[in-house]
């Protein structure tokens, strides 16, 4: 008994199968056959019929850079040796053009400087009264009043007075320009980006004091593989994009330095940041899109897209005119709310532009 009935189980489990089976092969079933990659059309008529034609995209090369300031600067000391007496500004800090950002000790240079002043005055003195006795022997000698020898020597002094003047100048000068470097000051609007002293410490030419940096003169410093070296020009827009900030730039390039790295095989692009660029800080990651051209593609909507798990069907027309859904392949189009098809089907094609209403 107990063997009759799991034959009975085993015969109805068995025919259950084979019913799915034909169900899901369409051999029997409610209505007329279904072929694979087909469905009639149940949708309502309000979509419209398009004719798939190919249109020129822009070609885009992903590339990955750096920011960087066009003006970024190391301060030092353009002294031998000097003390630093005050450093105004740390790290991170902004300052304004002509601001004091570090004072060097200046007892000597002002020494200097004041002892040149009056070695210049020492020496105009002279020079005033060797020239008025080139003047007076100028009018004896013409006046045969005064030997030729004695207004020769004249001439002589008031060419050396003239010359020690200018010795002197230049000494002075050059005291002043020595003075002026004991108090650097800031040539533009920036920030500190490191500050690498504090007062007490000994400068010279060989120790940065001070990185500063221009946040308003941003670039994107960009390695671009050989290959790509034609495809490239000046002015071409970047679309940026920097992740640690969660923001979207446009950069313009205005150099492409003629010279290929031969360990990396790429040259450097720079392109320079026109957006407001408050937060950005060189050093930054950024990722970028560069033009490179153009092609043909056949672009649709998103929304002509239907999607089924992970496969993605376009509604076309058959020969029937009915509806054909049709596998399709699609990639996002960048910069662009349009998928361009790769795969499933070609120019010519008659398609729904909108999804069906169901």
């Not at 590339?63 to 002294?79: H, K, N, P």
Request: aromatic fraction near 6%; include cysteine; charge should be positive.
């Amino acid at each position: 008994m107990k063997k009759s009935r799991f034959i009975l189980f085993a015969i109805l489990v068995a025919a259950f199968i084979i019913l799915a089976i034909l169900y899901q092969s369409g051999a029997i079933g409610i209505g007329a056959k279904v072929q694979p990659g087909q469905k009639t059309d149940t949708a309502s008529t309000a979509r419209q019929w398009q004719i798939m034609k190919p249109t020129d995209i822009k070609l885009y090369y992903s590339a990955v850079g750096t920011v960087r300031s066009r003006e970024e600067i190391d301060i030092i000391s353009r002294l031998m040796t000097a003390r630093v007496i005050l450093v105004n500004f740390r790290s991170g800090e902004s300052f304004k053009a002509g601001d004091i950002l570090i004072r060097l000790e200046e007892d000597d240079l002002k020494a200097q400087a004041e002892a040149a002043q009056e070695n210049l005055n020492g020496a105009e003195s002279r020079l005033k009264f060797a020239e008025a006795e080139y003047t007076r022997y100028a009018k004896l000698v013409e006046n045969q009043t005064v030997a030729r020898r004695t207004y020769e020597e004249a001439v002589s002094n008031f060419n050396v007075a003239k010359a020690q003047v200018a010795m002197m100048k230049h000494e002075r000068d050059v005291a002043l320009t020595n003075l002026s470097y004991a108090t650097i000051k800031a040539s533009f609007d920036g920030i500190v980006s490191e500050r690498n002293c504090e007062p007490g410490d000994l400068a010279t030419p060989l120790n940065p004091l001070m990185k500063i940096f221009n946040p308003a003169k941003l670039q994107l410093h960009v390695p671009i593989r050989e290959n790509l070296y034609q495809k490239i020009k000046i002015d071409d827009k970047l679309n940026v994009e920097i992740e640690s900030t969660g923001k979207n730039f446009t950069a313009d390039i205005k150099e492409i330095v003629p010279a290929v790295d031969p360990g990396s095989r790429t040259f450097i692009i720079n392109a320079y940041l026109s957006d407001y660029t408050a937060g950005l800080m060189p050093g930054m990651f950024a990722r970028c899109d560069i033009p490179i051209g153009k092609k043909s593609a056949l672009l649709v909507s998103k929304e002509a897209i239907v999607k089924i798990g992970q496969l993605e069907y376009l509604d076309v027309r058959a020969n029937n005119n009915k509806v054909l859904r049709q596998l399709v392949k699609t990639v996002p189009v960048k910069n662009s709310e349009l998928l361009q098809i790769v795969a499933g089907v070609k120019s010519g094609t008659e398609y729904l532009a909108t999804t069906s209403v169901k």
